[in-house]
């Protein structure tokens, strides 16, 4: 601990807090540079906004937010800028003004929450921000996620939000097409688990129709089956559906993190003999640690064989499909019955865009339709065919098409595939750079995928004889480093543990943002950060 | 249909699209008054914003598309611009460039297509917007989202989410405060439904552990009850929760829609005598329709003594708390284990807003967790109970507290109370205007809330004497009307049939924009629109 502290006194003046310096001069600048177009707002209050108030002034208020949005986001983009001003929760609780109060407070002290709120959050967006799947900030699906706010609609119904209705069959079918899939259905999901939660319960509805009204008493016990690196949304969706985690079966993975067809084949026929019913496999394209793609055409003959509704969780792999290069990673993919598949990671669209895509047509309906017609009225004006209520397990849904919609038009499926080729050959850079360099260990050699998983052996350590104790020691570095790189703001990389791997780096590179100096300055952080452990 | 044709040929000029005018001249002004500030779009894509482009450039697209916003926002203030420009769906989609393409399209392309979007989208913050119980737009709101969208983070660990995390924690405290949960805890869930899903899996939690690991066949058959007036999404939960729609028993309402009391304890004792077990009532605060409050009190009572968990969806209603003069319509909601409330409904934040309270703390954590220690690392540098991911069933979760955040702080709570109390008086304005205006018949006499059910009745309906007949006719006529109101664009009122009654409309009061002008507008407009039927 104290080699630690006196460590982080070392390394915290390297990183000034630029972006902290910025704001304090924005800050500035609006109160010393409020020429006669600038309203005082310390004198305004929120009620003097639309709708009761003046429209000028709605104006102003809202470009003055966007102002310091913009320049957020200039900032972000600058290498130097600090990716986080870390506090502990308590410190950071007394720095920020949070408690509401009776009284309402001025637009001023709005802005200026608002400026705090930017300056301690973490920069996701930065391009040395390695620590997430879902990382960077695409302009045109933040403007397209703005335009949703400002619409403020629910895709429920084409009554409600007629155009994001025909946006998300645009797009549902465009990532259809890209699967392989004929036809089929889906929809937009809060989040990657939501989407598997939604391919769990379609497939028990399709086995197992009674038991949407009789329960899960009316059924014999259902086995699902996952690799041991799969998401662990699929034992959330086997605990909230009433199947129970116990009946989620781990099949074995190789040496890649890859599952295992044998030990699936083995683990269906012994649930089988059992007597219980095997119904869904979930294979993972792209797994979070290892970012390992499962040998889908072999999982689908074993599907096929027992018939098993075949899912793949490409909710971080998904992406791919849209590279001639990389794609090839999920063949047989069109052999799913359905596919997560999450455009705000590796596509880069904003938190959150999460689709279930169905090979099945009709299912999605026939599973989640309860027939309010108290809000689903069947007289109406239109084609009911596309009101999407009855589909979902959400009454209101929020728009996440048009962002993602937006993006793609504005890339167009070239410019999506130069950006997913261009953050994998970052990665291969990443990992050609370290492989062989004193102090590093690849966890996995010639990765497929943009996660580059790591140890940091520090120049103590690394002769060190006794393996019991270094496996020990060497668990402690990866947090250690973590936690000096939050405290001087400089980057952030993920590490964990992983089967009988002590904790290690798992890059990431999912931004657009990264240069090859970024990966630089990850490996010369780490070494500075690391080589007194 | 001929004579529905002539109407709405009588009255399409009544309304000019003002706002589609308004956007053409936009657009005009895009192309003819670029000056020399104004970069020509035209030739500028996507990939020379950041991060590989220009950050100049990237504020001025931003600003761009913002101007485009607060303009579509002053106009949908203005009473006279359309709701709405209804196509049909087919007509609609041929209007649209909706299709993605290989190649890029320009930066105009994209302005023209939000500006696109925007004009055929439905005003949902139009002061004569009553057809949904989340309506209006508040601005400080909206700057909110605009903010959650740019930082662009997971809220799921305070590692990358430090200040959202803190004030997540602030407000869910303080809607605890105003319930009167002394302790306890909460989240925030994508839309009402997924909080009630959370609600029902907490309560089974709760009583059977174990079903989390062995499923519903650990446990007996659950029952859980309702009102017939209940939100459909309790009998959703129960599909997917494996318990079954057959297991959700609806219970009786009064002729105000409040559930009884006494059904509800003698259906409680015959599941009891069946062997079942009750462990689930779902007491609603502000029914869909009716908007009806249940008896808190009576039914806490009924809970207490056979020992089932109390919920309460106020996912419309819970906003009342914030009013001295309405809160006692929730009187009693302390008692309730857990409570859903919708800050995006009554109290006007922005899309999607909804919060699930538990008097319980713990509970959450034990139902949902995991231990996906690959994702939440329990040797961090900081305090690891302001982790939130192991309570989620989602493993991403979006940022939906910062807009409410703000907005709370810049109204104040008493700035929320009069704007909860304008929208009450405005109610009871049209609900006196209308109840003894002739053609117009209650539903519902004296209404609780700001929902306001009645019929119009047509002159020529007026006298029929066969009351079969009249009830069959009177079914068409909010269908029809509200037809004309979407093809003409002046207006928009829900409808549905309820019970044994047919077609009627439901007014919602909750947008913060309505005037009594607009109120009596909507009177006129079913008059016009329906006199011929």
Redesign the interface.
Known sequence: MASRKMSLDDTTNHTSNRYGENLAKLRGYRRDHSGPDRPDFSTI???E????GS?EL??K???E??D???E???QE?IPETKV?D?????E??EK?Q????????T?E??LT??Q???M???K??H?RFF??L?S??D??S??G???T??????IFT??????????ER??LK?MRDLIGFEDGDGIFA?????SN?YAV?AARHKLAPD????????VS??VMFASEHS???L??A??????????VIPVRCDQRGKMMPSDLESKVQQTKARGDTPFFVSATAGT??LGAFDPLNAIADICDQYNIWMHVDAAWGGGALLSKKHRSLLEGVHRADSVTWNP?KLMGA???CSALLLKHDGILESC?E?K????F?Q?????LS?DTGDKA??????VDV?KL???????????LETQINLVYDLAKYFYEKIRDREGFEMVLEEPEFTNICFWYVPPRMRLMKDAAEKKQRLN?VA?II??RM??CGSTMVG????DDKV?FFRLVVS???VRRSDLDFLIQEIERLGKDI
């Not at 706010?149 to 629910?154: D, I, K, L, R």
């Not at 809060?190 to 939501?194: F, Q, R």
């Not at 397990?393 to 929020?398: D, M, V």
């Not at 590490?495 to 992983?498: A, C, D, E, G, V």
């Open positions: 209050y929120a009620r906004l639309l709708p009761q429209s709605t104006g208020f809202l470009k937010v966007v310091q949005l913009i957020y986001i200039k983009q986080l870390f506090h502990q929760p308590h950071l609780r920020l949070l408690d509401i109060t009776d009284k309402p407070v637009l002290q709005l929450d608002c705090e709120t930017l301690y959050c973490v996701t967006g391009p620590n997430q879902s960077g900030l302009i045109v933040l403007a996620e703005w335009l706010a400002a619409v403020n609609t629910n084409y009554e409600i939000a007629p155009v994001f209705t025909l946006m645009v797009i465009k809060p989040g990657g688990a939501i939660l319960n038991c949407k009204t009789k329960g899960m008493q009316s016990r259902l998401h662990y949304s034992r959330g086997a605990a909230v559906l009433g199947i129970g985690t116990d009946n979070t640690v705000h904003l938190l959150q989640n309860l309010a017609r108290y809000l009225q007289d109406k004006n239109y084609d596309y397990i959400q009454c209101g849904r929020h048009f919609w937006l993006m793609w038009k504005g890339k167009g499926s070239i410019g402690q947090p973590k936690a939050m405290e590490y964990q543990p992983l904790n931004n657009a943002a």
